[in-house]
């Protein structure tokens, strides 16, 4: 069953990388003709699988950009994520420094950094206060646990689900109208821009939305294939610290 759920969570992601690397057939952001419909012609003929928007941009472009920045986004914030989760793992008297990390809200962590003009530290950092407790949590159970497990194998099955937790941070902030630059077409632009036209033209924010949605389920089913058939926590408060239980006799 683990083997199935990896499968069906690799098959999924491994979809979003193709097409987040190969999908965009147009500049997302390049007028070409407004409210082509989906499967329609522009008047270059050139097709659109789902149509353009009203500003005659090409949906499925910009779904697929989308991908791109949430797997660039996701994956930048895990390297600062790991290396502070392991030295507070190793480093006993760093321990704090995961919860502490954890007590500031994100989008403290958000706005003072936005204000600074540091964008990408402002989403590295809003990562990190969600992201680096699980991680150091997901360690410590390593030593709680008794069994055998490298760090390396604990972090490859965790950074799937991390990632998610990551991009559903840059997202949200996206539909709030607080994300990155616009220019970036992520999702929650996207969906923040066309659910006025939920009953005009439904395709429009459905497209973003199912996108997130199937790639965040594909990163969770990864996570739980490769962590026992199960998701590893996303905060301290679920793992057992305890100590290990004793050894059953023969």
């Known amino acids: 069953m683990d083997r199935f759920i990896s499968i069906a969570g690799a098959v999924i992601t491994g979809l979003w990388i193709l097409l987040a690397l190969f999908g965009p057939v147009f500049d997302p952001e390049k007028v070409i003709q407004p409210l082509v419909p989906v499967g329609g012609s522009d008047k270059y003929g050139h097709i659109h699988l789902l149509g353009t928007d009203l500003l005659g941009r090409d949906i499925l472009s910009r779904i697929s950009t989308g991908g791109r920045w949430a797997f660039v986004y996701g994956m930048s914030a895990l390297v600062p994520v790991y290396a502070i989760a392991l030295l507070a793992w190793r480093v006993r008297w760093l321990s704090p420094v995961g919860h502490?990390?954890?007590?500031?809200?994100?989008?403290?962590?958000?706005?003072?950094?936005?204000?600074?003009?540091?964008?990408?530290?402002?989403?590295?950092?809003?990562?990190?206060?969600?992201?680096?407790?699980?991680?150091?949590?997901?360690?410590?159970?390593?030593?709680?646990?008794?069994?055998?497990?490298?760090?390396?194998?604990?972090?490859?099955?965790?950074?799937?689900?991390?990632?998610?937790?990551?991009?559903?941070?840059?997202?949200?902030?996206?539909?709030?109208?607080?994300?990155?630059?616009?220019?970036?077409?992520?999702?929650?632009?996207?969906?923040?821009?066309?659910?006025?036209?939920?009953?005009?033209?439904?395709?429009?924010p459905l497209a973003p939305i199912t996108a997130w949605a199937s790639f965040l389920f594909g990163l969770f089913l990864l996570s739980a294939g490769l962590n026992g058939g199960r998701l590893p926590p996303l905060f301290p408060e679920r793992v057992t610290t305890g100590p290990a239980p004793p050894a059953s006799g023969p």
């Open 100 to 204: 502490v990390v954890a007590a500031l809200p994100p989008v403290i962590w958000f706005f003072v950094l936005f204000m600074a003009g540091f964008w990408w530290l402002a989403f590295v950092a809003a990562g990190l206060a969600l992201a680096v407790p699980g991680a150091v949590a997901q360690l410590r159970a390593i030593d709680a646990s008794g069994v055998s497990r490298s760090a390396a194998r604990v972090l490859i099955a965790d950074a799937p689900a991390r990632i998610a937790l990551v991009v559903t941070l840059i997202e949200t902030l996206g539909v709030l109208g607080i994300g990155p630059s616009t220019q970036h077409a992520l999702w929650g632009w996207d969906i923040s821009s066309y659910t006025g036209m939920l009953l005009s033209f439904p395709h429009m």
